[in-house]
Every structure is written in C-alpha cells, then in structure tokens.
C-alpha cells in the first residue's frame, strides 16, 4: 500500500530564513505528488503538484519542491519565510491509475519565531 | 464564485446520538470525496462520489458511517450511534474532474466532538 512519511512533526525557523520540509513515500511507481497547507479554521489549500516532467515544480506564495526518484522524496522549499507561512503543512500522494484519492502524511507544523 | 461549504462547522454530541453532516460542493463539480482528519494526524480517506454514484467507501470505518449524494451535487455523512473515537474533523472535497490530474478544493471541515 502506499505511505507517505513526513519525519518532522513541527519546525521553527526564524522569519526571513529558508525553510525544507521533507517528505518521502513508498509506491511502486511513482505516483502524483502534492503539497498542501491548512491554516487554522481554513480548509487544506494546494500549494503544488509533481505529475511527470520537470523535477522542480513552482507552486504559489513561493513555494517550490523537487522530486527526487532515487530517494522516494518530494521536500518542500522556500528561500525565505514569512510570518504568514505559519500553518500545517501536508504531503499527499495518488496513485496514477483510477481516481484521485489522496493519501497524506500526518503533516508538520511550522512556526516561525520573530 | 464560492468554494465548497459544509455545515454545521462545530457539532458536539453525546456518545450514542445520530450526526449529519453536510457537504456543499462547488457547483458543476463531478467528483466528490470525505476524509477523517484525527487530531494531530493526516486526513483519511472514507468515501468517493463521481456524480450520485458511490464508487468508493472502503475508507468508512464502520457500518455506522454512512453516505449519500443523491442528486449528484450536495452530499451527506451521517455516522449513527456515535462514539468517543469518532471526534474528529470531517473535511469534504470537490474536483470537476473525474481523472488522477483533478485537483481538489477542500471544505473548512467540521468539527465533530463526541462526549
């Protein structure tokens, strides 16, 4: 069955830092790779998506990640962190046949100090 | 336009009572899914509509969870005799494509507390 692993369970980085959270899934092919972001009170936003091609995709509010077949992973970037980037942030998978059923990881928490 | 709603936003209830729970999905979207989202943990899959057909449910946990769409567009959970580990947040889902590729766009969820 497929996982997906999220090893942080919360991060602290300082405003203005960069900032990487990790993930890796188990799948025999690979699969559909997605990164979400729930604020309090608000439902999950999707932040990007790897389908095939580039290995570096862009997402919105300057997010980026990068697939890296060797390694089963799908972290997640940013240069520079805003105080507003506060949220949980979660990796999902689907597997590329049938329909679009999300499996997440159990997601980490960011916080970011002054 | 709007996004996909659901109501109520908070719902407590005592252990044993009936839940309904209500998802409105963005208009013209084909497919629609529930997730469980425990405390501190993922969401979890439960169920897939594409149109009014249930094509997938076998995330429900138990046969006390139960869910329809019967016009294709609003659905409903309902979860009978309710217990303690049911609390939870219950987010639904909408995509306008029935493909892999179809993103979807979550509701705020509700809170389901069982006491």
């Known amino acids: 069955a497929q996982s997906v692993t999220q090893p942080d369970i919360h991060i602290t980085v300082s405003e203005g830092a960069s900032l990487e959270l990790r993930c890796n899934y188990s799948y025999g092919a690979t699969p559909y790779l997605f990164w979400y972001v729930q604020s309090p009170g608000q439902g999950l936003q999707l932040l990007l998506k790897?389908?095939?091609?580039?290995?570096l995709v862009q997402g919105i509010k300057g997010f980026e990640a990068e697939f890296k077949r060797s390694q089963s992973s799908f972290n997640l970037r940013k240069p520079s962190v805003h105080w507003s980037d506060a949220a949980e942030y979660f990796c999902?998978?689907?597997?590329?046949?049938?329909?679009?059923?999300?499996?997440f990881g159990k997601g980490t928490m960011l916080l970011v100090s002054p | 336009g709007a996004g996909v709603s659901q109501s109520p936003r908070y719902k407590v209830a005592k252990r044993g009572q009936d839940v309904a729970l209500r998802c409105d999905p963005i208009s013209g979207h084909v497919s629609l899914f529930w997730y469980q989202q425990a405390l501190g943990q993922g969401p979890e899959f439960l169920t897939y509509f594409q149109n009014e057909a249930q094509l997938d449910k076998s995330g429900l946990p138990s046969d006390r969870f139960f869910a329809e769409r019967p016009e294709g567009s609003v659905s409903t959970l309902k979860i009978q005799r309710t217990q303690q580990e049911d609390s939870a947040v219950y987010l639904c889902?909408?995509?306008?494509?029935?493909?892999?590729?179809?993103?979807?766009?979550f509701g705020p969820g509700t809170r389901l507390t069982v006491l």
């Open positions: 999902a998978v689907v597997m590329n046949s049938g329909y679009s059923t999300l499996t």
């Open positions: 790897y389908f095939s091609g580039d290995t």
């Open positions: 889902a909408s995509s306008f494509e029935d493909r892999v590729s179809g993103e979807q766009f």
